[in-house]
């Protein structure tokens, strides 16, 4: 499956920001989907995980309260709602899948990363 991740931007903190991710080729169904970020000089970090259709999410304990994780299982997208934005989330948002499990930092599928940039 080819990922796409669109959304990012620059935004203060406290503000928010929507990030979606579509495929170019094929269709989301039956795979897990997922948002995994890396910092500059950090190592990759899962941040929040859908199932499919998406009755079960999980969020990493630092986005908790603040990100949600969403799919359309019609128009073939996964969206990631961040509010109340924080410095420390600054990184490049990866959109991610996997068939046969829940997504991790070694996901099969990867689309190519959209730039989040927190203003304190």
């Known amino acids: 499956v080819q990922l796409q991740a669109s959304g990012g931007g620059l935004v203060e903190a406290g503000g928010s920001l929507r990030l979606s991710c579509a495929t170019s080729?094929?269709?989301?169904?039956?795979?897990?989907m997922g948002w995994i970020r890396q910092a500059p000089g950090k190592e990759r970090e899962f941040v929040a995980g859908i199932s499919w259709p998406g009755r079960n999410v999980n969020y990493a304990d630092s986005v908790r309260g603040r990100f949600t994780i969403s799919r359309d299982n019609v128009r073939h997208t996964v969206d990631l709602q961040m509010n109340s934005l924080k410095p420390e989330d600054t990184a490049t948002y990866y959109c991610?899948?996997?068939?046969?499990?829940?997504?991790?930092?070694?996901?099969?599928?990867w689309g190519q990363g959209t730039q989040v940039t927190v203003s304190s």
């Open positions: 080729e094929g269709d989301l169904s039956y795979y897990y």
């Open positions: 991610a899948a996997d068939r046969a499990r829940p997504v991790t930092t070694r996901a099969a599928f």
